[in-house]
């Protein structure tokens, strides 16, 4: 859809007639996903796929930074990434009974994921049992993982809404704005009784705006209290011990209530006329308010380490020095004592001097 701006005359000057788009097109269905030999790879999973790559590059970069052993955010991820998936699919299901319940339908629907329908709260709490398992493993703190992931968890939140633009599943009430979505009239999503050509708030492209714009807003935070803690002579705890993922929260929850407020998605749940997910996005701001409380009152010291007590990893390098210094001193004492059994029995056998 395109807006058309006519000539004009203003004094001696003509304004030229300009065609400026008047809306966001949906790309076609036809790259919703594509086939590679005997598999069909669906784009939708490729975003999201995408999105846990950067995720775990950023984390693992953060982690190092504060001493942890390279690579363990792709260890962690091997257990957050699955039970994350499933416990999106699972809160999906649930806040979308109606979809997946009663006669006639699919009882295989609710496991074909690659349809759409993944819930990105419920994907936190599956990821969130997934890496409490992996820092149980790897020794890490689960708070400490958390304040390296949410940035990172913003990157990745971004990307994989390109994935519901694809299956043009997440929009908003009509709207005349320039940047209106278009959505296809046969789209599963599409509104029952709404005129064909009907624009919507894009709502994939306000989060991703928003989830951008919470990255520089909390690495901006970060580094204004490591800056402030560098210069006082008893530093404070600063965005550690889970701080930074309270902080997480508290923007996100913000972020996906107002979104939801204005978000078309007739078939979810909603507890006293709310949305489920608006009663979610408000847990998750209280839960971020919490964890900064609580964490501040129980940690107001720097963290010492990213691994729990006793779960620091060894230092090879010098493991290895210390037992070749180790070596070094038992050849040193076996050659002592040789030479003192030499010495005395010389001295057995020597005539008696008189």
Request: proline share 8%; charged share 20%.
């Amino acid at each position: 859809m395109w807006r058309v701006l006519d000539t004009h005359d203003v004094g001696d000057s003509r304004y030229l007639r300009v065609v400026l788009p008047a809306s966001i097109p949906s790309p076609d269905p036809v790259w919703s996903q594509f086939s590679l030999g005997p598999l069909t790879i669906h784009t939708y999973a490729l975003c999201l796929l995408a999105g846990i790559a950067a995720a775990a590059y950023i984390t693992d970069r953060r982690l190092r930074a504060r001493g942890a052993a390279p690579g363990l955010a792709l260890d962690i991820a091997m257990w957050a990434v699955p039970i994350g998936i499933v416990g999106a699919r699972i809160y999906h299901v649930l806040t979308h009974l109606d979809d997946f319940t009663g006669p006639g339908v699919d009882p295989w629907a609710w496991v074909r994921i690659w349809e759409g329908g993944n819930a990105l709260f419920g994907s936190l709490i599956g990821g969130a049992v997934g890496v409490w398992i992996g820092c149980r493993q790897t020794g890490l703190r689960f708070g400490s993982f958390a304040d390296a992931l949410a940035p990172g968890l913003l990157v990745a939140q971004a990307i994989g809404r390109l994935g519901n633009y694809v299956n043009q599943e997440l929009f908003g009430l009509p709207t005349t704005l320039p940047w209106g979505l278009e959505i296809r009239p046969d789209a599963p999503m599409f509104p029952v009784g709404t005129p064909e050509g009907t624009l919507f708030h894009p709502l994939f492209l306000y989060e991703m705006v928003w989830n951008i714009i919470g990255v520089a807003v909390l690495l901006t935070i970060e580094r204004r209290v490591v800056r402030r803690n560098a210069a006082l002579e008893h530093p404070g705890a600063g965005l550690r011990w889970g701080r930074m993922f309270g902080l997480y929260l508290i923007w996100y929850g913000l972020g996906r209530s107002w979104l939801e407020s204005i978000r078309i998605d007739p078939t979810s749940d909603a507890p006293l006329g709310v949305p489920a997910n608006i009663w979610t996005s408000g847990f998750a701001i209280l839960l971020g308010i919490v964890i900064i409380v609580v964490q501040g009152r129980r940690h107001p010291e720097p963290e010492p380490s990213v691994y729990r007590p006793g779960r620091e990893p060894v230092d090879e390098d010098a493991v290895d020095e210390d037992a070749e210094n180790e070596d070094a001193e038992n050849e040193d004492v076996a050659g002592t004592a040789a030479e003192n059994e030499n010495l005395e029995a010389g001295s057995a056998a020597s005539p008696d001097s008189k």
